[in-house]
């Protein structure tokens, strides 16, 4: 079975752009999370998308944003980039197959962003 | 609020020796605890989990770990390590009446072994 893919690997952007980060989730997997990992802040979680909706959000401004589509591929897009926004984001999949999950989230290699 | 403490930096260890990766949690009410390695440049790799059950936790690559919870500590072990073990290891926590599946990680032990 294939694993967590992400898109792309690596992006530099300029400070005012926006981006757009793709993510397909393991066959099956209808729960996809997105993660910030710096080295100051290590890894934070940003939201989780089930069933096309965002489920929890973590501690971020609304410049992060995202959506999940009905076949469970997710995008996560950041506006207006800023200097601190340079990281790796790691998108996770998980079954979730109740609203109290015991499942596992397995991850993807990530999407290193680079703002200049 | 919860949270995951990795007190150790980085550990190191000898090839053939055993090592131990800490990590100690805070939760309201009964935790799920996870660890998950991650080589340079990769994502996070699922090493093993613990929901409930037996205290010892076996997971993949010889790995295990003890759930202790009047300690409240969820420490890495494996019995006899290679350098390929060595990578950065997380710990993560989520609190088991928590709706979602969102992990709140440590701050990684970067794990050194010497052959």
């Known amino acids: 079975k294939a694993g967590v893919t992400q898109t792309p690997r690596y992006l530099i952007k300029t400070r005012g752009q926006q981006v757009t980060l793709s993510c397909s989730p393991i066959s099956g997997h209808r729960s996809v999370s997105w993660y910030q990992q710096t080295p100051g802040q290590g890894l934070q979680f940003l939201f989780e998308?089930?069933?096309?909706?965002?489920?929890n959000k973590g501690n971020f401004p609304g410049r992060f944003s995202g959506r999940q589509f009905s076949n469970s591929r997710s995008e996560m897009n950041v506006s207006t980039l800023e200097l601190g926004d340079s990281a790796l984001y790691l998108c996770?999949?998980?079954?979730?197959?109740?609203?109290?999950?015991?499942?596992?989230?397995?991850f993807g290699p990530g999407t290193r962003l680079t703002v200049l | 609020a919860q949270s995951v403490a990795q007190p150790e930096d980085q550990v190191n260890v000898a090839e053939g020796n055993p090592l131990t990766v800490k990590c100690t949690y805070s939760?309201?009410?009964?935790?799920?605890l996870f660890w998950y390695v991650q080589y340079p440049n990769r994502g996070l790799q699922f090493l093993l989990k613990?929901?409930?059950?037996?205290?010892l936790v076996k997971g993949s690559y010889g790995f295990e770990a003890e759930f202790n919870k009047s300690q409240t500590s969820f420490h890495l072990k494996k019995p006899s390590a290679l350098v390929s073990d060595s990578a950065l290891y997380f710990c993560a926590v989520r609190a088991a009446n928590q709706a979602g599946t969102a992990l709140i990680f440590g701050k990684g032990t970067t794990l050194s072994v010497s052959s």
């Open positions: 998308y089930f069933s096309e909706t965002q489920r």
């Open positions: 613990y929901i409930t059950g037996d205290n």
């Open positions: 996770a999949s998980s079954r979730r197959t109740s609203m109290i999950s015991t499942d596992t989230q397995y």
């Open positions: 939760v309201s009410g009964n935790p799920y």
